[in-house]
């Protein structure tokens, strides 16, 4: 099976959750549209005619419902690793707002370095950031070579940040040297790939997230040789224990190829509530569509728009 049609099954994964989760949009319950989610991915994985491995499932970091580190779905050999996240933005979804997908990266075996299921620091920004980010010298410097390398003035730069109290003093920094700084609550995912994608919106993303998103990230940038570091953050000593026992020193300084060893790597997202960049789940005549994107390593980005009759 070549990559392509790995591509097409993920897709249709990625779409069947989306589309099985949806009708608990908005409905103010987050545990069980994950359940939902978690259980339609794994039995679209299970129906593979391949193997697949799970490297990390979203959920470990705050005991959600998930799939999990080391689970083994398909038929036959296991030939794929899998970074997922079947209800991304979980409680945006749960509010009916934007941002929620449902989201596969995957690379050949041994391809995705495993994580601890904690938070990961990450600077991301897009293929024309040619200077690697330097998390050893100041964030003033840091702007700098991305405005240099983007050819745009530091005050028409747009940085993406989580509002979170653990970033106030990143986000008082940039906004004294004067960048455009674009809060969000959640969804950095939907960040990373208008970022790397240039989709136009953001320039870069900066600030600590969840390492599965982190892995995600790094797949997604190197699949479009963009520019992305990261550290493992623990929150609590089991975490930080994990990190050690994986091999991880603190705060040490990760790169894409660190995390991410394959070669036949790519990322799948399908989007349930709208972004900016796909348009979400919706009803035409009892025909249910959305948005699918996938990004395979030098190969253009493709969006397509699946759909199937709703049955309900």
Do not use: C, W
């Given at each position: 099976m070549n990559i392509f049609e790995v591509r097409s099954r993920f897709s249709e994964v990625c779409f069947a959750t989306a589309i099985n989760v949806f009708p608990m949009f908005g409905k103010n319950d987050k545990n069980k549209s994950d359940e939902i989610a978690v259980n339609t991915m794994r039995k679209k994985l299970s129906e593979l005619e391949f193997g697949t491995?799970?490297?990390?499932?979203?959920?470990?970091?705050?005991?959600?419902?998930m799939?999990?580190?080391?689970?083994?779905?398909?038929?036959?050999?296991v030939l794929y690793d899998l970074v997922v996240d079947p209800l991304e933005c979980t409680t945006n979804f749960s509010k009916g707002l934007p941002n929620s997908m449902s989201v596969l990266g995957f690379s050949?075996?041994?391809?995705?370095?495993?994580?601890p299921g904690t938070y990961m620091e990450q600077w991301v920004a897009g293929p024309k950031m040619k200077l690697t980010f330097n998390l050893n010298v100041s964030i003033e410097k840091n702007i700098k070579a991305l405005s240099d390398c983007l050819e745009k003035k530091i005050q028409?730069?747009?940085?993406?940040?989580?509002?979170?109290?653990?970033?106030?003093?990143?986000?008082?920094?940039?906004?004294?040297?004067?960048?455009?700084?674009?809060?969000i609550d959640s969804g950095s995912l939907t960040a990373v790939l208008d970022i790397c994608l240039e989709g136009g919106y953001y320039d870069a993303m900066i600030g600590t997230y969840g390492a599965p998103e982190g892995l995600m990230a790094a797949l997604i940038a190197k699949c479009t040789y963009s520019e992305m570091k990261g550290i493992i953050k623990p929150h609590n000593d089991k975490t930080k224990e994990e990190m050690i026992?994986?091999?991880?020193?603190?705060d040490e300084i990760l790169n894409i190829d660190s995390l991410i060893s394959g070669v036949k790597i790519g990322f799948v997202a399908a989007c349930i509530s709208p972004?900016?960049?796909?348009?979400?789940?919706r009803n035409r005549d009892n025909h249910l569509q959305t948005d699918v994107i996938s990004i395979l390593r030098?190969?253009?980005?493709?969006?397509?728009?699946?759909?199937v009759i709703d049955g309900t």
């Open positions: 491995r799970i490297v990390i499932g979203e959920g470990e970091k705050d005991d959600a419902p799939l999990y580190a080391g689970e083994v779905l398909g038929k036959g050999e050949e075996k041994n391809g995705i370095r495993s994580v028409d730069l747009v940085i993406v940040v989580q509002e979170r109290p653990r970033h106030e003093s990143l986000i008082a920094e940039l906004r004294r040297l004067g960048v455009k700084v674009s809060l026992q994986m091999g991880f020193k603190e972004n900016v960049l796909m348009s979400g789940v030098d190969i253009p980005a493709t969006k397509i728009r699946m759909g």
